[in-house]
């Protein structure tokens, strides 16, 4: 299995610039989950779907954030406008068992 | 109070001494627990999961519970310079995804 594919793996952007990051999550698992990672803050939950449905997206810093999971396959996260401080690596990990998780390579996101 | 707490380290071994890396919790609640570890600039992978009190062995690896004290540890028998990476403990209460702990960064020194 190729495990989970996130794109880009690297995006500098500026501040107000909308942000679309994506996840291919592993064939056969039934969850999804982004998470967020900086040096102040660590691994932060910002949502997650089971089955394709939002269960729980109380980590999503404000209404700028928004996610989807249109089908089994693909997600994306969205940040519109984006501000300095979103810059970060976001992860996308998917996941059959629960707390098992396997992550993708993850997003570095840069905003000026 | 932070949910999952981790001292941050670095924490420095020897190669071939035992690494122990500790990790607390709030949440009494909480049912299953995980050790993930994660490279420098890489994403985290999970080495060992541990459901009930006591111990739990893998190869070097060792995880052990106490629920009562909302403990929870890793030992690394004789460590190597490969395990040097970043731990992170993560906690799953049952009511939301894992919350991760921030992570004890490892050195093995050769």
């Known amino acids: 299995d190729a495990g989970v594919i996130q794109s880009p793996r690297h995006e500098v952007t500026e501040m107000g610039q909308e942000v679309t990051l994506r996840c291919k999550p592993i064939?056969?698992?039934?969850?999804l989950f982004w998470y967020r990672q900086t040096m102040m803050r660590g691994l932060e939950l910002l949502i997650y779907?089971?089955?394709?449905?939002?269960?729980?997206d109380s980590g999503m810093p404000e209404d700028r954030f928004s996610a989807k999971m249109p089908n089994a396959s693909f997600s994306t996260l969205k940040i519109q406008p984006s501000e300095p401080r979103d810059s970060a690596v976001y992860f996308c990990?998917?996941?059959?068992?629960?707390?098992?998780?396997?992550f993708g390579e993850g997003s570095r996101l840069t905003v000026l | 109070q932070k949910e999952v707490e981790q001292n941050s380290g670095p924490l420095s071994v020897p190669e071939g001494a035992i690494a122990s890396l500790n990790c607390t919790y709030s949440?009494?609640?909480?049912?299953?627990f995980f050790w993930y570890r994660q490279y420098s600039g890489k994403s985290p992978e999970l080495i060992m999961f541990?459901?009930?009190?006591g111990d739990k062995e893998d190869g070097r690896f060792t995880a052990q519970l106490n629920k009562a004290s909302q403990y929870v540890s890793l030992l690394i028998r004789d460590s190597q310079p490969s395990d040097s990476a970043t731990y992170l403990c993560?906690?799953?209460?049952?009511?939301?995804?894992?919350?991760f702990g921030s992570g004890t960064r490892l050195q093995v020194q050769p």
């Open positions: 949440d009494r609640g909480s049912q299953s």
């Open positions: 993560a906690v799953d209460t049952g009511r939301r995804a894992l919350t």
């Open positions: 064939s056969g698992h039934n969850s």
């Open positions: 990990a998917s996941s059959f068992s629960p707390g098992e998780l396997f």
């Open positions: 541990i459901y009930s009190n």
């Open positions: 779907f089971n089955n394709n449905v939002p269960i729980d």
